[in-house]
């Protein structure tokens, strides 16, 4: 009785050994600079999503008048007021570069030195522009009085939350666009041929498209709510 409680036990200790162990055997053929752009991206996806939640939180317990978006961020163009319309091209703009880095993805697998480089830097140069309106955004805003501390157009809370959770995303995509330079340069000089892969690309692309898909909810819960 004792062997087989002994034998039993030894088995238990084994199993719980190669459940701990299962996670080194799954990520055993993932590339390590893969592995920590996945492991990073679901950390930032936390954070976001705590900005998120916090500004409906406020967003729905404020007692003063939330200004209304469409009216906030129109832009007046040829003496008519158009809501949402800087907001709707930098969207386009965002998602656009998604597709352009897609595609520097593609060629690099196929081990296509200009076309890849090209490509990146067609997504820097529509991630540079986001960025761009982005602080003509900025601007306009701080020009009508809005501050992290307060609003003229209603709840204080509309600020610090515009100024975070817009600023926050737009340091994502500002390091983005210098990430893309760097890797356009690499290939350009053909390190990655030299190394034998372009998984520098692809581990970009993970980083461009995470930021992409940040600001859809953004977009969704900020501007359209």
């Given at each position: 009785m004792?062997?087989r ?10 199993n719980i050994?190669?459940?701990?162990a ?6 055993k ?9 996945w492991?990073?991206?679901?950390s ?7 900005f998120l939640?916090g500004?409906m939180?406020?967003?729905?317990t404020?007692?003063?008048p939330?200004?209304?978006?469409s009216e ?7 003496g008519q007021?158009?809501p949402?319309?800087?907001i709707?091209?930098?969207?386009f703009i ?10 520097a ?6 081990r296509n030195?200009?076309a890849?480089?090209?490509?990146l ?13 982005q602080?003509?955004?900025w601007?306009k805003?701080i ?7 307060g609003n003229p157009m209603?709840a ?13 995303h ?9 990430y ?7 290939v350009l000089?053909?390190?990655l041929d ?7 690309v692809?581990i970009?692309?993970?980083?461009w ?17």
């Open positions: 004792n062997d409680s002994e034998g039993r036990a030894g088995s238990g200790w084994q050994y190669r459940d701990w299962s996670d080194k055997d799954a990520f053929q993932v590339p390590w600079g893969k592995a920590m752009m492991i990073f991206l679901v930032d996806t936390f954070v976001f999503s705590s939640i500004y939180s406020v967003r729905m404020t007692t003063e939330w200004p209304v978006p906030v961020f129109a832009l007046t163009i040829a007021s158009i949402l319309i800087l709707a091209i930098m969207t965002l998602i656009s570069s998604s597709g352009t880095m897609a595609m993805v593609n060629f690099g697998y196929r030195r200009v890849t480089a090209v490509l830097l067609v997504t820097a140069l529509l991630g540079a522009s986001f960025v761009g309106m602080a003509f955004e601007t805003l020009h009508e009085g809005v501050r992290p501390w209603g204080p809370q509309f600020g610090a939350a515009f100024f975070t959770i817009t600023g926050f737009g340091m994502h995509v500002s390091i983005g666009v210098l893309l330079l760097v890797v356009a340069i690499k000089r053909g390190d030299r190394v034998g892969n372009y998984q520098l692809e970009a692309g993970l980083y498209h995470f930021v992409d898909l940040v600001w859809v909810f953004i977009f969704a819960f900020f501007y359209l709510w």
